[in-house]
C-alpha cells in the first residue's frame, strides 16, 4: 500500500500538488486520470522521490520515501517518466539491463541474464535488442523503457503515460502485460493514462486529479459517468455499456 498524507509541492508561489492524502492499495491496476497540469506526473515523481516534498508523508508498505536509502527503494518501487530521455547511446539490451542494476550492482548473474530475456520477450523487443535507442521508432523506445522497467522486478510499478507512442496494437498488449503483471505476479501498477477507455476497462481503482487535488476516486463504475468526468475535465461525455465496460465518446 502507498500512503500519501497531505503530500504538497510548490514551485514557486505556484502549488501543483495540493496537500493530496490518498492511499493507493496494495495490488491491482490503479490509474491516475486528470487534465493537462493536474499534478499527475508531479505526484508521481514525489511518491517515487524523484522530486523532494515540500511538505507531507508518504510510505510504501511503511518505508518512508523520505528517510529510505536508495537501495531500498528502488527494490521496492520502480517507474517509467512521461518525459524519457538517454543521453548516453545505448541498445536496447544496455537499457533493459539498466533495470537489473539495483539488484546486480552491476554484475549480472544467470538468473538477471533470464530477468533481461524475459523482458525482452515480453515486450516483443528480441528483434531489436542490439538496435541504440536512437535507432528506434518512438513506440519502440517506449517499449524498450517499458522493459527496463519491468527488468527492475519491484513489487511497485509506477507508469507515467505508458501507453505513449503507441499503436492500437501495442497499446492493447501493453495493458494485457500491466493486468497480468497485477493479478499473476501480484505486483501493484500505478498508472497515468489520458485514454478514459483504456482507463474504465483495465483498472481496479480511478483517481481523478484535478488543480493539484484529487477531485474523485473510486471503482469504474463511480468515475466512468457523464457528470464525474464533466466535472474533471470541463467537457461534454457520453457514456455507454458495452461487454460489460463503460465506454465513453466526447465531441467538442
Ligand atoms: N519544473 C517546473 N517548474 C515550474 N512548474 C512546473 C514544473 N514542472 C511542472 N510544473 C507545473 O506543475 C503543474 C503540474 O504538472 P504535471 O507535470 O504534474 O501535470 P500532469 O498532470 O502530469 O499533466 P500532463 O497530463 O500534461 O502530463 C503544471 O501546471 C506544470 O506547468
Ligand atoms: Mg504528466
Known amino acids: 500500500m502507498i500512503s500519501i498524507e497531505n503530500a504538497t509541492k510548490r514551485y514557486g508561489e505556484t502549488i501543483v500538488v495540493n496537500g493530496v492524502s ?3 492499495p496494495a495490488g491491482g491496476i490503479t490509474t491516475i486520470i486528470g487534465p493537462n497540469g493536474a499534478g499527475k506526473s508531479t505526484l508521481l515523481s514525489l511518491i517515487s522521490r524523484l522530486l523532494p ?8 508498505d511503511g518505508l518512508d520515501i523520505v528517510s529510505a536509502p536508495s537501495d531500498a527503494l528502488a527494490r521496492r518501487l520502480s517507474i517509467l517518466r512521461q518525459d524519457n530521455t538517454m543521453t548516453a ?18 554484475r549480472l548473474t544467470a538468473a538477471d541474464g533470464r530477468k533481461i530475456e524475459e523482458a525482452l520477450a515480453y515486450l516483443d523487443l528480441q528483434t531489436l535488442a542490439d538496435r541504440f535507442l536512437d535507432e528506434l521508432s518512438g513506440g519502440q523506445r517506449q517499449r524498450a523503457f517499458v522493459a527496463m522497467v519491468l527488468c527492475q522486478d519491484t513489487d511497485y510499478v509506477l507508469f507515467d503515460e505508458p501507453l505513449n507512442n503507441l499503436d492500437m496494437k501495442h497499446a492493447v498488449t501493453m495493458m494485457k502485460l500491466l493486468q497480468k503483471a497485477a493479478t499473476e505476479l501480484g505486483k501493484t501498477i500505478v498508472i497515468v493514462l489520458h485514454d478514459i477507455n483504456f482507463a474504465s476497462c483495465y483498472s481496479d481503482h480511478i483517481v481523478a486529479m484535478s488543480n493539484g487535488t484529487v477531485a474523485f476516486q473510486g471503482t469504474p463504475d463511480d468515475i466512468v459517468r ?5 466535472a474533471v475535465y470541463d467537457t461534454t461525455f457520453d457514456v455507454h455499456e458495452l461487454h460489460g465496460n463503460r465506454i465513453v465518446t466526447y465531441f467538442v
Request: proline letters at 6%; a neutral charge; hydrophobic letters at 40%.
Open 89 to 106: 547511446r545505448l541498445t536496447v539490451r544496455d537499457l533493459v539491463e539498466f533495470g537489473r542494476y539495483p539488484h546486480s550492482k552491476g
Open 53 to 60: 516534498l515540500d511538505s507531507g508523508m508518504i510510505a510504501i
Open 22 to 24: 490518498l492511499t493507493l
Open 226 to 230: 457523464p457528470d464525474v468526468l464533466q
